[in-house]
């Protein structure tokens, strides 16, 4: 089945720097989504990217399907931002379930 | 897109016992997905409930522990039998995709203790 990866595992922030978290998938996908899980374990929806560039508000992403990676920018991060994140990929939107990466835990300190 | 109500969002269950998860859908999807995160891990992905037939389980995953209904297009339960303290876990149900651009949705989890 496909695989998908994330890197870094862990990462420490000071609060006000940027990072970037990425994503590879082993194979050609038709949706990818990056989540956010919060404390309480609730999965917060923040981009469905299969292609291309989307921003919204200090969050970022970007896909690049032919070289099968994404990336997540997260710019002035502040200690909300701590959190899991996951992406995830799906072969068939709707028909197929999705596959998550093991997540990156972001930990943004005062 | 989707819109998911998912209860009860904790519960706390003695060993032996069985946990019913509900999941309500704002609108008809075909498929539903259920996942199990044990802790500090990322979701594994227990079962697909297509409304009308049986659900397909996950390798590692039988009916008998998780049984599984999906009486109509907008709804769903998973049931957690027998339940020990492995168990322990959040358990999300899933729907959506599709071609509308938005992607799944969850419901925000239902996090059970076993003791």
């Known amino acids: 089945g496909i695989q998908v990866e994330q890197s870094p595992p862990d990462l420490i922030l000071q609060e006000g720097a940027n990072s970037t978290l990425r994503c590879n998938f082993s194979?050609?996908?038709?949706?990818l989504q990056w989540f956010h899980q919060n404390p309480w374990g609730q999965l917060i929806n923040l981009f469905y990217?299969?292609?291309g560039t989307k921003q919204n508000g200090r969050l970022s992403a970007t896909t690049v399907a032919t070289e099968r990676y994404s990336l997540l920018y997260i710019s002035s991060s502040q200690t909300t931002d701590s959190g899991v994140y996951f992406c995830?990929?799906?072969?068939?939107?709707?028909?197929?379930?999705?596959?998550f990466g093991k997540g990156t835990r972001l930990s943004v300190i005062a | 897109s989707a819109v998911i109500s998912q209860k009860p969002s904790r519960d706390i269950c003695q060993r032996g016992t069985s946990l019913t998860i509900q999941c309500q859908v704002d609108?008809?999807?075909?498929?539903m997905f259920w996942y199990r995160q044990q802790p500090g891990q990322s979701l594994t992905l227990i079962a697909t409930?297509?409304?009308?037939?049986?659900?397909?389980?996950e390798s590692g995953f039988v009916i008998d522990k998780f049984p599984i209904s999906r009486p109509n297009l907008t709804f769903s339960t998973l049931t957690v039998s027998n339940m020990s303290p492995e168990d322990s876990s959040i358990y999300l149900c899933?729907?959506?995709?599709?071609?509308?651009?938005?992607?799944?949705?969850f419901g925000s989890g239902t996090r059970l203790t076993v003791v």
């Open positions: 899933s729907a959506g995709g599709g071609r509308g651009g938005y992607g799944y949705t």
């Open positions: 995830a990929v799906d072969l068939d939107s709707g028909n197929t379930p999705l596959v």
């Open positions: 194979d050609s996908v038709n949706n």
């Open positions: 409930a297509n409304q009308g037939s049986e659900a397909t389980y």
């Open positions: 609108s008809q999807v075909t498929m």
């Open positions: 990217i299969p292609s």
